[in-house]
């Protein structure tokens, strides 16, 4: 008998004949032939990911941190902003390097602020999300003050590689003052932007291509960037992020070689444990539908195994079911497992919902260090 679905209704007998109609979600073992089937299904590759036309727009130091603001072109669009923060006082030094992905929250009017003090005062609007989610601290800085050369790049979609409001009027406007007649231009901004993104999503189906290969191609040419500077050692390059944050490292851990081990928070299930629970909750950049015949979400984080790889599971993160988690993190152990190298996951998991508070950030940092010096 099939099972029943909330979201399906009298239509629950779909999942099954789609299962019919074609694989779904086999299992993908690490190795290049699944490296390579995942950027086929991922679809976009325009350039040869390095940036173009490099900018430092800014430098300042503060609270023991020194920081530039660059930019940079990736080919299409505005150019993209990133913050690179270093320890002051280590000029001359090659530091290990972290790529700091921000989440995605539906809050798009911002990117790298998430996470990271810039030059800047922090926008009134992002200091909610960093007490929900990040202890309140940047933890971008924190980072950095443990020794790391940390780059935190904008990408698609968000901050400095937003769409402009008026790109997103009509329709979707609409929506966000229907939704929200109350709301300020920040939260009018991101609401409308949520509604615009399926719409992206839409686009990039009709062009052959992939929200997540735009956005994981985006991250490979700010992970280039940082393994090009004399003050990284490029052969000891991170990332780490939190949420949407966490579906990017998993992306730039499975797509990039430069990466030598990558942080995964909050952001971790197997596809089958999102079924009738929390479909809705993600992002379309979850929905690579390429890959979906290849493998399964766990799969796609291993497939560059052994390479070292941390998976924090908030146990009662209502994005995900802790069943997901666990069958996700299973399917990682066995993969790991069957390179020789099980010590190379690690999983951890935390008591409460969906965050990347003090203690995991401790923890991770930690886990950073050992790995990379």
């Given amino acids: 008998m099939s099972q029943n679905y909330q979201d399906l209704g009298v239509y629950s007998e779909l999942v099954d004949a789609a299962q019919r109609s074609h694989p779904l979600w086999?299992?993908?073992?690490?190795?290049?032939?699944?490296?390579?089937?995942?950027?086929e299904a991922l679809a976009f590759a325009p350039g040869d990911e390095t940036p173009h036309d490099v900018r430092v727009e800014r430098v300042w130091e503060r609270d023991g941190v020194r920081g530039e603001l660059l930019s940079w072109s990736v080919g299409y669009g505005p150019r993209t902003e990133a913050f690179y923060l270093r320890p002051s006082g280590t000029e001359g030094k090659r530091l290990p390097?972290?790529?700091?992905?921000?989440?995605?929250?539906?809050?798009?009017?911002?990117?790298k602020e998430q996470i990271a003090d810039g030059p800047e005062p922090v926008p009134e609007s992002v200091a909610p999300s960093r007490t929900q989610y990040y202890g309140g601290r940047a933890y971008a800085n924190a980072l950095a003050?443990?020794?790391?050369?940390?780059?935190?790049?904008?990408?698609?979609?968000?901050?400095?590689?937003?769409?402009?409001?008026?790109?997103?009027?009509?329709?979707?406007?609409?929506?966000?003052?229907?939704?929200?007649?109350?709301?300020?231009?920040?939260?009018?901004?991101?609401?409308?932007?949520?509604?615009?993104?399926?719409?992206?999503?839409?686009?990039?189906?009709?062009?052959?291509?992939?929200l997540a290969g735009v956005v994981s191609y985006e991250d490979r040419v700010a992970a280039s960037y940082l393994a090009s500077r004399p003050d990284v050692n490029a052969r000891a390059l991170g990332c780490v992020g939190l949420?949407?944050?966490?579906?990017?490292?998993?992306?730039?851990?499975?797509?990039?070689?430069?990466?030598?081990?990558?942080?995964?928070?909050?952001?971790?299930?197997?596809?089958?444990?999102?079924?009738?629970?929390?479909?809705?909750?993600?992002t379309w950049l979850l929905y690579p539908h390429a890959w979906m015949h290849h493998g399964d979400y766990p799969d796609l984080a291993a497939c560059r195994a052994p390479s070292p790889l941390l998976v924090q599971y908030d146990e009662a993160d209502p994005l995900f079911t802790l069943e997901g988690m666990q069958q996700a993190s299973a399917r990682i152990a066995k993969h790991y497992a069957a390179v020789g190298k099980p010590e190379n996951y690690v999983r951890q998991f935390y008591p409460g919902g969906h965050k990347f508070d003090l203690p995991m950030q401790e923890a991770?940092?930690?886990?950073?260090?050992?790995?990379?010096g």
């Fill in 243 to 282: 949420s949407g944050g966490g579906l990017r490292a998993a992306l730039l851990q499975a797509t990039c070689a430069k990466i030598r081990a990558s942080v995964v928070v909050g952001m971790m299930s197997s596809f089958p444990g999102l079924l009738d629970h929390n479909v809705v909750s993600h």
């Fill in 364 to 372: 991770a940092f930690d886990w950073l260090a050992a790995r990379l």
């Fill in 145 to 210: 003050k443990r020794g790391f050369a940390v780059l935190v790049p904008d990408v698609f979609l968000w901050g400095s590689r937003k769409f402009p409001l008026e790109t997103m009027t009509g329709l979707h406007l609409g929506r966000g003052k229907k939704m929200a007649p109350e709301a300020d231009a920040a939260q009018l901004y991101n609401i409308t932007a949520s509604f615009h993104e399926e719409l992206v999503a839409k686009y990039a189906t009709l062009l052959g291509i992939s």
């Fill in 26 to 39: 086999p299992e993908a073992r690490p190795g290049k032939a699944t490296q390579k089937k995942l950027r």
């Fill in 97 to 111: 390097g972290i790529v700091a992905l921000h989440h995605h929250g539906g809050f798009k009017l911002f990117g």
